[in-house]
């Protein structure tokens, strides 16, 4: 394995890691809900009384971030070496995942470890294993 250099990104990949634990941080102290993306969204679909102005808040933050960057002037180019058939796919086994976990990787990784969760702890080591076998078998078989 060889590292890739020309993409390496290291200070802008702790500053994106500092604004996301600051974010869940806050949300959970001010508002008292853990910053699951899954769960947020799930949420805005049958929302309860007084819930949806604070989910679609979250959300349009993490829809203006991007574009916020892009007028400030970093560059952006994502690069996905995939068909749309593959991402698709590869969607519909993160949403099955989501369900079975109760929870996603910003709710279990970020936000449940963050709280000592033994039920996170157990979720996270199976979607990262789950994650390292999936690249194994796709670089042994395709």
Sequence with gaps: MTMD????????????????GLSAALLVLLN???????????GMLAPAKGEIAWRLAFV??????????MVLGFRMAP??????????FAGLLVGVGTS???????G??????????PRSLAATGAFMAAGMLTVLAARLWL
């Design 32 to 42: 008292g809900r853990v910053a699951g993306i899954s769960g947020i969204v799930l």
């Design 100 to 106: 079975y976990a109760s929870g996603c990787t910003s």
């Design 60 to 69: 349009a933050g993490l829809l203006a971030a991007p574009l916020l960057a």
């Design 108 to 117: 279990h990784g970020v936000c449940g470890l963050s709280r000592l969760s």
């Design 5 to 20: 250099w020309t993409h390496f990104t290291p200070y802008s990949s702790f500053i994106g890691g500092v604004l996301i």
């Design 79 to 88: 690069r996905i070496d995939a068909g749309v058939g593959t991402l698709i």
